[in-house]
């Protein structure tokens, strides 16, 4: 008979995050406080002594007294919150009646509804852009929700079998309806193919979607002057686009000169955006050779394509993407604000659908586990090389490869620093309730692009050297219910390597990638019942 297993679960979660600014320097305050005179006893006063005002004196060394300075720069506060519900259930087993003779029919169906809020409440201060530019953010709020019910299978088609020790197929779908990208549907396709025991080949075909998060699609934007290049401004314009400027209102684009390059610019979220779609398809093989037993060794293969990536706008890329579809009423067009002299005044810069990506290389995972005394060890080296590291940020650039390689248009594009390869090696023994793991994990060299280009060139950091790292840790089984477990990450207390200097670039180093915080320690208690 079938026998079949359910599971059925609720979950909640909110996130609360209080970003405070402080000094920031407030152009309203510090006019207030430049607006003064003297009282009846010769003291300077503020005209208007609204919100605590203390008069300004700009002239001089140590001119402004601490008041003043306190006064000028308020404390600002940016809340925002998260909130998730999910509601899933599945079922899985088998259908005895569906079998090829290797097996029966194994599969799971489930649905699931999840719904996502998120809610950005800058405070007055920073809606009123009075804190400059990049200090300002309009309140934000939406949500969305998705309903999705999937399915898997796994059907076995040969089994001890004369040049088939074993054959698998395998696959599963998915179908969802979210409130924003509306219906989607994926699958997968795999198939498993074991010759011989102790060596199995496989492969797969993917067809994936990623809808945007609640952040990308509700997390608030800010605005500030950004360096634009106006397409439509004399020397930049092309003989086959002077019609079209004059269309969005340059009257002769080739003597126009754009007034001031610095243009007000919004930017962040966008609750427009759509899913992103990517292909993907991976072939690999298992070893577990009978002659050395405990050995696995494992190697695939992956290449994956995204396409209407999600991609960070920036203002001249607007303008030339309007430029680009010679249609007025082209979503960038609209974006872009000019007056009735052409210049244009403001832009809107969202995230947006215009990016692609491609991905491929071989991840590998090779273990050896062994008797060693009165306890078993086990060593394992698990890593990544990549053939292809691929981003094309705007359908008006070309792919750039980011593998191995950090500024130029790599810093910041994509994966924000993506070596060629990098691996962790690890040493694992378990004795009696005690358990301990030495692990290294070693990050390939990364160039700077800018040397590549010219390798003559004084740079900062012409290149980053091969990065080592070693973490320890110990867990103690007390009883059947209660474990214990502490460490010590980056052993040695190495710091992270220095990019030189790249604007974009918080702290000139990638926290994602190397350890900012130096050598840290843990320890945690872990309780079952």
Do not use: H
């Amino acid at each position: 008979t079938d026998s079949w297993d359910y599971d059925l679960y609720y979950s909640y979660s909110r996130v609360n995050r209080s970003d405070i600014l402080t000094n920031r320097v407030s152009s309203i305050k510090i006019q207030q406080g430049l607006n003064a005179t003297t009282d009846a006893n010769g003291n300077a006063v503020c005209i208007d002594q609204s919100g605590g005002c203390v008069p300004l004196n700009i002239f001089g060394v140590d001119s402004i007294s601490a008041a003043g300075a306190a006064f000028v720069s308020p404390t600002a506060i940016r809340n925002r919150e998260v909130e998730q519900n999910i509601v899933s259930g599945s079922v899985s087993g088998g259908f005895d009646n569906i079998d090829f003779g290797a097996g029966p029919l194994g599969a799971a169906f489930g649905v699931e509804y999840r719904e996502d809020r998120a809610e950005d409440m800058p405070d007055s201060l920073i809606i009123s852009g009075e804190l400059g530019a990049g200090n300002n953010a309009t309140p934000t709020s939406g949500s969305f929700d998705v309903l999705e019910a999937y399915g898997e299978f796994l059907m076995p088609l040969l089994a001890d079998t004369e040049g088939a020790q074993r054959l698998d197929l395998e696959g599963a779908f998915r179908i969802a309806d979210y409130s924003t990208a509306g219906g989607v549907f994926t699958y997968n396709l795999g198939l498993q193919y074991e010759p011989v025991e102790g060596i199995r080949f496989r492969g797969s075909y993917q067809k994936a979607i990623r809808t945007p998060n609640i952040s990308e699609l509700f997390g608030g934007t800010a605005s500030g002057a950004s360096t634009t290049q106006d397409p439509c401004a004399g020397a930049n314009v092309q003989s086959d686009e002077i019609a079209f400027c004059q269309a969005l209102g340059v009257p002769d684009p080739s003597t126009y000169v754009a007034p001031n390059p610095q243009i007000f610019t919004t930017s962040g979220s966008n609750p427009n955006l759509f899913e992103e779609t990517s292909t993907a398809y991976t072939v690999g093989v298992v070893i577990t050779p009978e002659q050395v037993p405990g050995l696995e060794i494992i190697v695939d293969y992956y290449n994956i394509t995204v396409d209407d990536a999600i991609q960070t706008l920036t203002s001249t890329t607007v303008l030339d993407l309007c430029v680009l579809s010679r249609d007025t009423s082209n979503r960038f067009c609209q974006a872009s604000l000019r007056n009735g002299i052409g210049d244009v005044e403001q832009i809107f810069a969202p995230n947006d659908n215009i990016g692609a990506m491609e991905r491929e290389g071989i991840d590998w995972d090779i273990s050896y586990s062994f008797e060693l005394g009165d306890g078993n060890m086990t060593i394992n080296n698990n890593g990544n090389y990549q053939l292809k590291n691929q981003d094309q940020p705007t359908p008006l650039s070309e792919f750039v490869d980011c593998r191995g390689v950090f500024g130029g248009a790599c810093t910041g594009l994509g994966d924000f620093t993506s070596p060629k390869w990098r691996f962790n090696q690890t040493f694992s023994y378990g004795v009696g309730d005690w358990f301990f793991r030495l692990r290294g994990r070693v990050i390939s060299k990364i160039t700077n692009q800018a040397f590549i280009d010219d390798p003559s060139a004084e740079l900062a950091q012409p290149e980053i050297a091969v990065n080592m790292y070693a973490d320890f840790s110990m867990t103690y089984q007390m009883n059947e219910n209660l474990q214990f477990t502490a460490g010590v990450q980056n052993l040695t207390n190495n710091e992270p390597p220095n990019y030189g200097f790249f604007p974009n670039v918080a702290a000139q180093t990638d926290p994602s990638l190397y350890d900012v915080l130096g050598r840290s320690y843990f320890a945690g208690i872990k309780l079952t019942y």
